[in-house]
Every structure is written in C-alpha cells, then in structure tokens.
T-cell receptor, first 115, second 113 residues
Framework: DTAVSQTPKYLVTQMGNDKSIKCEQN?????MYWYKQDSKKFLKIMFS???????INETVPNRFSPKSPDKAHLNLHINSLELGDSAVYFC??????????????FGSGTQLSVL | DQQVKQNSPSLSVQEGRISILNCDYT??????FLWYKKYPAEGPTFLIS?????DKNEDGRFTVFLNKSAKHLSLHIVPSQPGDSAVYFC????????????FGSGTKLNVKP
C-alpha cells in the first residue's frame, strides 16, 4: 500500500484551464503539505495543514487553493493556469509537523505542464 | 531566501569509493537535519537524520556529520554503489517554525560501475 498517493502523475493542460491534484495518506498523520519543485530544483513549501487546519500559506498566488476535507486528504486546485505553473508538485505528510525526529513522507509527484 | 544550500549540483564517484555530499545552512536556529534521496519520477524518501546535539550519526553505509559552528553538514556514503545514483536533498527544521521543512536544491550523485 502506498503511504502517500497523489493523482494524476502527469498533467498536461492549456493555459487558462483549471485543474486539481489529489492527495491521500494512509499513515494516520496529522500534518500534510504541498511542495513545489521548480526549474531550479528547489523544493519549496506551498501549504501545510494540521488536522484540516491551514497552518502555512507561503507566498502563493490566490489561484492556488488547497482543500482538506479530512486529515487524510489534501487536494490542490489551481485556477487559470499559467505557463509559470509548470513544475513538479509533491504532496507530503508527517506525524505531527516539523519537529525533532519527525520526517516527511512524500508522494511520487505530479508533473504539471502548462502549454 | 534559501536557508539551506547545496552548492554542488552534481557529483560523480567510482563504485566502491566514498561519496561526500555537502550542505550549508544560514539559520542558526535549525536544530534537526535530514537527508532525502530521490530517484527519477519518484518522491524523495528519507535516508538519515541528525539532531543538533550530535555531531555524527551513522546508519550502515551512510554517515551524516554536523559542524554547527560552520553551519555545515555532510553525508558520507561508503562504499558507494551504482544503486546510490540519485538526487540527494538536505533538509532542516527549526523549533520556532513548526510545520516547515526547509530543503536545499539537491545534489545529483552518479556512481559509476
């Protein structure tokens, strides 16, 4: 069983479209995240939810809206897609946030290509 | 503002030799550090970690060294194997910023048979 699963793995779409990426974890973790790996390969945090509550919202355009229906799911909806949104998006979870002895478990990533 | 930096984008090592991957950080409040390994088309997976109260942590072929005064850590892989070829990310956390793992840009390791 995959601990953190995200779908789709590949997403190719036109500029201006709206798309969603889904993420689910079966680890019983309290905290979930969305990270973006840009062209420079940095893994940058976008959002973090703890027990369905938004904890971190980095400087991300309003076109990006996370939704956590329960603590096992964190979906990412993107409106009006732009060329610069092309990247790999990783979902991740941790038991109780970023603390000593905690670690992140990542999904396999969603390669988003905006044409 | 990148608080965790991996200045070597790539490293090539012969099988059986030592691989040394480096990581520097700027935030003196970081107190826990992790290394992740990433294969193509997969998510990063946890490899090894170290608390700031230690200067060394070992797990099989992998050893992480922490030099707090220099704000530097390194990952040693001995002996290196072709299966170790991957991108390695360094990460750090601070007790004053709950929920945020800070990552470097990764170093791509190529272990040649």
């Amino acid at each position: 069983d995959t601990a953190v699963s995200q779908t789709p793995k590949y997403l190719v779409t036109q500029m201006g479209n709206d798309k969603s990426i889904k993420c689910e974890q079966n680890l019983g973790h309290d905290t979930m995240y969305w990270y973006k790996q840009d062209s420079k390969k940095f893994l940058k945090i976008m959002f973090s939810y703890n027990n369905k509550e938004l904890i971190i919202n980095e400087t991300v355009p309003n076109r990006f809206s996370p939704k956590s229906p329960d603590k096992a799911h964190l979906n990412l909806h993107i409106n009006s897609l732009e060329l610069g949104d092309s990247a790999v998006y990783f979902c991740a979870s941790s038991r109780r946030g970023a603390a000593t002895n905690e670690k992140l478990f990542f999904g396999s990533g969603t390669q988003l290509s905006v044409l | 503002d990148q608080q965790v930096k991996q200045n070597s984008p790539s490293l090539s090592v012969q099988e059986g030799r030592i691989s040394i991957l480096n990581c520097d950080y700027t935030n003196s409040m970081f107190d826990y550090f992790l290394w992740y390994k990433k294969y193509p088309a997969e998510g990063p997976t946890f490899l090894i970690s170290i608390s700031s109260i230690k200067d060394k942590n070992e797990d099989g072929r992998f050893t992480v060294f922490l030099n707090k005064s220099a704000k530097h850590l390194s990952l040693h892989i001995v002996p290196s194997q072709p299966g170790d070829s991957a991108v390695y990310f360094c990460a750090a956390i601070s007790p004053y910023n709950f929920n945020k793992f800070y990552f470097g840009s990764g170093t791509k390791l190529n272990v040649k048979p």
